[in-house]
Nanobody
Framework: QVHLVESGGGLVQAGGSLRLSCAASVSIGSFSTTGWYRQAPGKQRELVATITRGGSINYADSVKGRFTISRDNAKNTVSLQMNSLKPEDTAVYYC?????????WGQGTQVTVSS
C-alpha cells in the first residue's frame, strides 16, 4: 500500500518561507513523476511543481523563481522550498506520485500566508 504524508505547512507572513516535505511509504524512485499541487478555497486544484524520475522539473508560472522542488531517492521524499510567499499562495498543498497504473495523493497540508 502506498502512502504519501505531507508535512511542513503552517502560517507565515508575506515574504516569508516554508519548506514542505512529502514522505512516501515505498521507494520514490518507483514513480515516474512526483510533485506538488494546491487548492485554494473555491478554486480547482492546480499544479505547482513536478519532477520526473529523470530529473526534469516543471513549475507553474506563478511560482517560478520563488519555489524549488527537489527529490531525495535515498530518503523517499520530495520537498518544496517556498520563498517570497504571497497571500495568493494560501491553499492546501497536496503531494502526488504517479506510477504506470495509478496516481497517489497525500492528505494535504495547509499553507496560509498573511498580508
Amino acid at each position: 500500500q502506498v502512502h504519501l504524508v505531507e508535512s511542513g505547512g503552517g502560517l507565515v507572513q508575506a515574504g516569508g518561507s516554508l519548506r514542505l516535505s512529502c514522505a512516501a511509504s515505498v521507494s520514490i524512485g518507483s514513480f515516474s513523476t512526483t510533485g506538488w499541487y494546491r487548492q485554494a478555497p473555491g478554486k480547482q486544484r492546480e499544479l505547482v511543481a513536478t519532477i520526473t524520475r529523470g530529473g526534469s522539473i516543471n513549475y507553474a508560472d506563478s511560482v517560478k523563481g520563488r519555489f524549488t522542488i527537489s527529490r531525495d531517492n535515498a530518503k523517499n521524499t520530495v520537498s518544496l522550498q517556498m520563498n517570497s510567499l504571497k497571500p495568493e499562495d494560501t491553499a492546501v498543498y497536496y503531494c502526488k506520485a504517479e506510477s504506470f497504473m495509478y496516481d497517489y495523493w497525500g492528505q494535504g497540508t495547509q499553507v496560509t500566508v498573511s498580508s
